[in-house]
């Protein structure tokens, strides 16, 4: 990745004891590299080069030194397409580390800058982080340094990945805010290179602040996506426009929504991917999958550019939502410049109000703007506005041991750009039950020992940091918190206080965190 798309290359020839690998640099360059649609078995890795090229693929391995690589089919890179390819790699393994380059006219280029990693989901229940971001209004600022380094999987982004604003049916806008606004910073490349994305657009990197694009800027917008984003199957890939997707993440169906390409006639999707919508809805729910639901605009918003705006669409949804008893959901989005989590207590847009079911938010931006506030009400907290010089992001962790309880971790951050500090802002726990074939409950790690009747429990500190200790109930309610200093200690956590019932104990040890089950008798 050359910020000169005119270098010419070195000649030099190395061949890799395992593979021979012929890696010869070549004067057709890598200008950028990224990589998103993870499962357990495959990935997608987009690339775009210098010059066009007729026999381009992409190689994974799972050493730097791609001594014994997985490749992708091979794949004509055009100029009418901005010389973009879209590579899948099928045949990966589970869990696991791989790092991807590519290959141009049997010349591999392994370097540093022009390949990247991404690790596969585990098959079935497991444990991970992802980020979470929105609103990039200034490209290559030091938020991304942050969340490079941080524990995430992935990199899910809720919308305005950029803000070109690219308001044309000409797709050579849409494809050039892409590069120059995204892929072509060294900070956010950088990011875009460690870890996978999952990214649905909002106005700014569609068609424009507040714009649905039915003026036919949204053929434009979709072809420029679909060329460049490396995305999971679209629910409608031929449709003129609606990026909506879905996948699964362990035991989490992640379902994100176009809540901006479609809006026509008071709705804020068409009913093609309403429809569409509720049937990954109800088929999550059959399969006992947590689902995460991604809005770009707040889903209690009171705006009329938010969800406030299509108050029949969301009525809709809300009884839906009852009387389909989708109990397992919480609602990730960006759009509003402010980070905020609801506990799930004013989520019910139901007709009567009444749905027994929780739904928490959270809302996670701006990864760098000023402020702005698009309504809702949040139980936990909300830092509006934000200051000047400051990136916010958010990081979500699932802890799933495959019993019956998947718990979900919320936690925003802030960094002042002009001291080069970081500070969390929010942090909010909640549990969810499944139905598993074999097992009711969720085995506690290693670090918990009930005594005394199950009152109390004995945590062991054996790892080389602080221990942040809290007790809770499955919505979130926090009965208990204590934060632990001393290394190499034995605790003794004692809630004979607590009314009788089931609670989790969780424990963040550095950038790790655990959540354990305990029935109080």
């Not at 979470?132 to 305005?160: E, H, I, Q, S, W």
Request: charged residues 25%; proline residues 4%.
């Amino acid at each position: 990745m050359k910020s000169n798309k005119y270098v010419v290359l070195s000649i030099a020839i190395v061949m890799s004891i395992g593979g021979l690998i012929n890696t010869v640099s070549a004067n057709n360059d890598v200008l950028y590299i990224w990589s998103g649609a993870v499962s357990s078995h495959s990935a997608r890795v987009n690339v775009v080069l210098e010059l066009p090229s007729s026999r381009v693929r992409v190689a994974m391995d799972k050493t730097s030194e791609f001594k014994e690589p997985i490749y992708s089919d091979y794949c004509g890179v055009d100029a009418d397409k901005g010389n973009v390819g879209s590579f899948w790699v099928k045949g990966l393994a589970p869990g696991t580390l791989y790092y991807y380059a590519v290959e141009i006219d049997g010349v591999m280029d392994l370097s540093a800058d022009d390949r990247g990693t991404l690790k596969t989901f585990e098959e079935g229940a497991f444990s991970y982080s992802f980020l979470l971001g929105a609103c990039n209004f200034f490209p290559n600022n030091p938020v991304y340094d942050k969340m490079r380094v941080m524990p995430a999987l992935f990199y899910l982004n809720t919308g305005d990945l950029h803000y070109a604003n690219p308001n044309t049916k000409d797709v050579k806008p849409h494809r050039d805010a892409y590069e120059d606004r995204v892929l072509s910073k060294e900070r956010e490349s950088k990011l875009l290179r460690k870890m996978p994305i999952a990214y649905i657009w909002d106005d700014h990197d569609y068609c424009g602040d507040n714009n649905d694009g039915n003026d036919g800027c949204g053929v434009a917008a979709k072809q420029a996506y679909t060329e460049y984003v490396p995305h999971y199957p679209l629910g409608d890939p031929d449709g003129k426009t609606g990026i909506y997707q879905a996948f699964t993440a362990g035991r989490v169906r992640f379902i994100m929504s176009d809540v901006r390409s479609q809006r026509s006639e008071g709705h804020i999707m068409s009913r093609e991917q309403m429809q569409w919508f509720k049937n990954e809805m109800i088929t999550a729910r059959d399969r006992g999958e947590v689902i995460a639901w991604v809005t770009s605009v707040s889903y209690s918003g009171t705006k009329k550019d938010n969800w406030g705006g299509f108050e029949k669409d969301r009525e809709e949804i809300g009884n839906f939502l009852k009387e389909q008893k989708i109990e397992n959901l919480f609602i990730l989005s960006g759009d509003a410049h402010m980070t905020a989590i609801d506990n799930g207590t004013n989520t019910d847009f139901s007709t009567g109000k009444d749905n027994p079911y929780r739904y928490p938010v959270f809302q996670s931006a701006a990864l760098n703007n000023v402020g702005s506030d698009k309504g809702g009400i949040y139980s936990e907290g909300g830092t509006f506005p934000n200051p000047p010089f400051t990136g916010q992001f958010g990081l979500v962790t699932v802890t799933d041991y495959g019993g019956s309880e998947i718990c979900i971790n919320f936690k925003s951050y802030r960094l002042q750009y002009l001291f080069d500090s970081m500070k969390e802002l929010l942090n909010f726990d909640f549990c969810r039950t499944v139905q598993v074939e074999h097992s009711s409950k969720t085995p506690a790690p290693l670090w918990l020992i009930a005594k005394s009747g199950g009152r109390h429990y004995e945590i062991r500190n054996s790892n080389e940091s602080d221990l942040d200790i809290k007790v809770f109930d499955r919505n979130g309610q926090v009965y208990y918190q204590r934060y632990i200093k001393e290394l190499d200690t034995v605790f003794v956590l004692d809630l004979s206080g607590l009314a009788a019932g089931e609670y989790f104990i969780r424990v963040e040890m550095g950038t790790k965190l655990d959540v354990a089950r305990i029935d109080i008798p």
